[in-house]
């Protein structure tokens, strides 16, 4: 941790600037952070970014009282490799959570990934202890399931949810239901213990999660200050809604699913401030990667005016909704035009915490402060990758794609489409195609819809390409890959036998360990 420095001059002119409250000794308390990251919500899925039905109000609500960001990205299309990056301020190409195995194929962490976090990454709650943060993780964690990888080893003080999402339900036999931890040990499974009809839609998940989060709320509120890392995963297929929420959207069960959420947001947030904890509370709203228009029409959310979803690198996979708001400090009302990436997390909680990041990595955040507290705007590029190759990158307006490619033409005539009612000839190819010669470039400001691509002859092509190619130039030469995480699978490490397991007669038996190259379809 020595690369961490603690109370930079830019730290002290923000506590005279926003008067943070005062700790017991005496010294300035940092901000608590809360970060509340959802699960393949897409951009258009909220309000307040112009979902007709309007059913997000608390959402709504925060966003008129905080900061709008329309330019916010993740760092991958999909959700593990996303929530390594907002956890270590680094692409996944850096941080290891990537594949090498089929070009340009994405990498998610099913059950039989045998890699996770490396111990060589620092995660961001083990550098907020520096400044005496108590952390807690809710929900989702995905960033492997072997005892190596568990959150408590990794910074959290405190967790409650799952290591993989709830896809399922499985058999225990071929595949055992994913476990649901409190800490170090397991105290149930979905579908058993913690049940999700997959008829009707009805599991009490988000509100369990919701009551943990309160409860770890009011626990911390006068103690020290808190980093709250809310993960749930309602939202991912098969969606789900507790009972006073279903058939209560006019968008279905995915409906029902942001409905709770959204409420689940506002009690947290009326929690705050009758704990007279709003103004020293930092809370930023985000999803992990794009709507999974895959799972459209019935479980999927909404892109907006964008094009594809999850699993692409078009700006429907990776464009996110993103808000920010702490009272007294954030002007209510604001949007900002700040091209914005979830690895900016890392390091803004970082500022707030007064600590610096690592010094002995390459970090790709940006402070989001001068932003957030001052609505200044910096120049940064965007990356776009799938698996190991740069597909495309954005600066400024101006968005090149080096390769285009949606899934294959044998996966598509088998039904899954990730771009469903959304070809644009020449862009969404069902083969992988390459442009690094010659890149595809739009203007995301005139054509958010990647529908119109710039004229080669043009001059505005010309400056775009130029500007680009320089930085993506600078990228490639100082890049250093992280051994990849996500490149062998083994039937024999998936969640059969959790610590706790034995307590609960849960424990099952894991076949012969044969690892092997892992070779998804998508």
């Not at 019935?298 to 700006?315: D, I, M, R, V, Y």
């Not at 932003?371 to 740069?390: E, I, K, N, S």
């Not at 598509?412 to 009612?421: E, L, M, N, S, V």
């Not at 092509?461 to 990228?475: D, G, K, M, P």
């Amino acid at each position: 941790m020595a690369a961490v420095v603690a109370a930079t001059r830019w730290w002290r002119l923000l506590l005279v600037l926003s008067a943070a409250g005062m700790g017991a000794s005496g010294a300035p308390q940092p901000p608590n952070i809360l970060l509340l990251l959802m699960d393949d919500m897409g951009w258009g899925d909220l309000g307040v970014y112009g979902e007709p039905s309007r059913e997000t109000p608390n959402l709504d609500r925060m966003a008129a009282e905080g900061m709008l960001f329309p330019n916010f990205y993740s760092a991958n299309p999909l959700c593990s490799p996303s929530r390594a990056a907002l956890l270590t301020g680094r692409l996944p190409i850096r941080n290891g959570f990537y594949t090498t195995n089929a070009h340009a194929r994405n990498a998610y962490t099913p059950q039989e990934i045998v890699g996770g976090i490396p111990d060589s990454e620092q995660l961001l709650p083990e550098l907020l202890k520096e400044a005496g943060y108590v952390s807690k993780i809710i929900g989702k964690w995905h960033l492997g399931h072997r005892p190596q990888f568990h959150p408590l080893k990794h910074g959290f003080d405190e967790w409650f949810g799952s290591p993989n999402c709830h896809f399922g339900p499985y058999d225990n036999k071929a595949r055992p239901n994913i476990p649901v931890y409190r800490d170090w040990e397991m105290v149930g499974r979905y579908y058993e213990e913690f049940p999700i009809n997959l008829k009707t839609g009805e599991a009490n998940l988000t509100q369990i999660y919701l009551q943990e989060a309160l409860d770890f709320i009011k626990r911390q509120a006068r103690r020290h200050p808190f980093f709250l890392y809310w993960a749930v995963d309602a939202t991912h297929a098969p969606v789900y809604a507790s009972k006073p929420f279903l058939g209560t959207s006019q968008r279905g069960r995915y409906g029902d699913a942001v409905r709770e959420i959204d409420d689940s947001v506002g009690k947290m947030l009326e929690l705050l401030h009758d704990l007279h904890i709003a103004d020293n509370t930092f809370v930023f709203f985000t999803s992990d990667n794009g709507a999974a228009l895959i799972s459209a029409p019935e479980q999927a959310g909404s892109n907006g005016p964008f094009l594809c979803g999850k699993q692409t690198t078009f700006e429907g996979g990776m464009r996110e909704p993103a808000l920010a708001w702490w009272p007294g400090h954030i002007a209510a009302g604001q949007v900002s035009h700040q091209l914005g990436s979830i690895m900016d997390l890392f390091t803004t909680s970082l500022a707030l915490a007064g600590l610096t990041p690592p010094r002995d990595r390459a970090i790709d955040g940006l402070s989001l402060l001068p932003a957030l507290l001052q609505g200044r705007l910096m120049d940064r590029p965007v990356f776009y990758y799938r698996g190991d190759t740069l597909m495309a990158t954005t600066l400024g307006q101006h968005k090149a794609h080096f390769w285009t490619w949606t899934n294959s033409w044998e996966n598509f005539r088998q039904g899954i489409d990730f771009c469903p009612g959304q070809n644009v000839s020449g862009v969404t190819t069902h083969s992988l195609e390459d442009h690094t010669k010659l890149p595809l470039i739009f203007h995301l400001g005139r054509d958010p819809g990647e529908r119109f691509p710039l004229s080669f002859a043009s001059a505005e092509y010309q400056e775009a390409l130029s500007r680009i190619t320089s930085v993506v130039q600078q990228h490639q030469e100082a890049l250093v890959p992280g051994q990849p995480q996500l490149n062998v699978c083994n039937w024999a490490v998936m969640n059969w036998a959790p610590p706790g397991c034995e307590k609960l007669g849960k424990c099952l038996t894991p076949p012969e360990s044969i690892p092997e190259k892992c070779l998804w379809s998508h």
